[in-house]
T-cell receptor, first 111, second 117 residues
């Protein structure tokens, strides 16, 4: 089971780009990388998922280097509403190999 | 339904009493998961159901915890003889199951906040 390591917390000013890096040195060939966002008093929400290179959607971008031992979630021009905890998961898409969320990265956006 | 529904949203119970927490997953989702989240902490995996297979109970913290999933849909998490350390938010998630495409991962409910006094 691939273990992930993320910074515990980050601060950023509004309007800046935020990059959160997750390390997953033991990632397996058939593992995907998925990021979730959690606001207070809510369940986590799927943000983005990728296998290699770069994935972009309306919310974020995900950069995955060739060795796939890390990934970086990029949030463009953050606003106060992006203050949340961000979790990185590595494993098969869903199911028994992708159950463990870890402690996540608490992002605080400052006015 | 449109999303994962959990009930009740809040539950206060006395120490020693039993509680039942309900999760109604998205229609058609074959996989269902229960997690527990203590204040300011990450998510702790409890149990996983996939279709008609035997559930993965490896995360249940003690034999006071049990869960059922009837008819492959609604799930109930039961905590017997509740203790103060059981106080947490209990989150349920569902997904299409393994190997589906496109890969959208879990959809979580808003959770049940359990307070044991």
């Amino acid at each position: 089971l691939a273990k992930t390591t993320q910074p515990i917390s980050m601060d950023s000013y509004e309007g800046q780009e935020v990059n959160i890096t997750c390390s997953h040195n033991n990632i397996a060939t058939n593992d995907y990388i998925t990021w979730y966002q959690q606001f207070p008093s809510q369940g986590p929400r799927f943000i983005i998922q990728g296998y290699k290179t770069k994935v972009t959607n309306e919310v974020a971008s995900l950069f995955i280097p060739a060795d796939r031992k890390s990934s970086t979630l990029s949030l463009p021009r953050v606003s106060l509403s992006d203050t949340a905890v961000y979790y990185c998961l590595v494993g098969r898409i869903t199911g028994a190999n992708n159950l463990f969320f870890g402690t996540g990265t608490r992002l605080t956006v400052i006015p | 339904g449109a999303g994962v529904s959990q009930s009740p949203s809040n539950k206060v119970t006395e120490k020693g009493k039993d509680v039942e927490l309900r999760c109604d997953p998205i229609s058609g989702h074959t996989a269902l998961y229960w997690y527990r989240q203590s204040l300011g902490q990450g998510l702790e995996f409890l149990i996983y159901f996939q279709g008609n297979s035997a559930p993965d109970k490896s995360g249940l913290p003690s034999d006071r915890f049990s869960a059922e999933r009837t008819g492959g849909s609604v799930s109930t998490l039961t905590i017997q003889r509740t203790q103060q350390e059981d106080s947490a938010v209990y989150l349920c998630a569902s997904s299409l199951g393994t190997g589906e495409s496109p890969y959208y991962g879990y959809t979580f409910g808003s959770g049940t906040r359990l307070t044991v006094v």
